[in-house]
């Protein structure tokens, strides 16, 4: 199936390790533009030399995108560069604990971390993506709608980014801009790897615990899997599809337990 990617203009933020990475290596493979916006330089540079090696082309936007600055500051870059901005996937993202124990501004903190830079780089693009017809995807999480335990802030960003899903693609259905979510629910990338190694006493017995609950083939989701899901949904072959949840999971949120 031709994606109809080629030439077009993606940006990917956390687009140089863990999902967004796979997503990145998933754009560049169907031909298009890619803007890497993150705030891991060297793993970010590596990459992007990698991807321009091999023919891409690559622009990359180092910051923390907590910072309203840096936001303005990939769109602007992007269309420097590129002229055109097709669309957008929100993926950076911290599972950082922040429990009703740790407290109101350990709340604050994590929903700046994970929820307000969806929004801010979807405002600042919004003329480009209108020229466009573009595609927007958001990458929330599992723990949206079963609740992990010990993750308060985590928990309400990635729920109300499902929320933002929703209200983009009503509010932005006149501009035929599609808004789409992906909910990962386990996929080890090194934020999976540190999740696991900083919240339990046997990390790989927790590991085999989950993976054992896992409906379809009793393994974890892979990264490109994730990927694959995001590039169609970018992808003009996705033309009807708009407010979606796409759970890519292998069945753990949604299958029978006796399955397991
Ligand atoms: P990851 O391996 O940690 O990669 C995330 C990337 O985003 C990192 O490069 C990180 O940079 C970057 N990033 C985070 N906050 C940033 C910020 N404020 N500004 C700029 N860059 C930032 O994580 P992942 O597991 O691939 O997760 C990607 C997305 O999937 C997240 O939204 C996560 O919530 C979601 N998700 C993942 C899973 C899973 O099983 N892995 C499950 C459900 C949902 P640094 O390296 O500098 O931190």
Partial sequence: M???????????????????????RQIVREG??????????????ALAKELREAGAQVHTVIGDLQDLAACERVIQETVAEFDQIDGIVNNAGVNDGASLEKGPEAFRASIKLNLFH??????????????SKGA??????????????????YAAAKGAQLALTREWAAALLPDS?????????EVMTPLYR???????????????EIVANIPLGK?????EEIADMCVFLLSPRSGHTTGQFMIVDGGYVHLDRSLT
């Fill in 118 to 131: 969806y929004f801010d780089l979807v405002h600042y693009a919004l003329p480009y993506l209108k020229a």
């Fill in 32 to 45: 298009g533009k890619l803007v890497i916006a993150t705030r891991s330089k060297d793993a970010t540079e």
């Fill in 194 to 208: 540190k999740w696991l190694d900083s919240s339990f006493e046997d990390p790989a017995a927790k590991e085999a």
């Fill in 2 to 24: 031709d994606l109809q990617l080629k030439d077009k203009v993606y940006i990917v933020t956390g687009g140089s390790k863990g999902i967004g990475e796979a997503i990145s």
């Fill in 136 to 153: 927007i995807v958001n990458v929330s999480s599992k723990v949206a709608m079963t609740g992990q335990g010990q993750t308060s802030g």
């Fill in 177 to 185: 801009i599609r808004v789409n979510a992906i909910l990962p629910a």
């Fill in 219 to 223: 393994r974890m989701t892979t990264a």
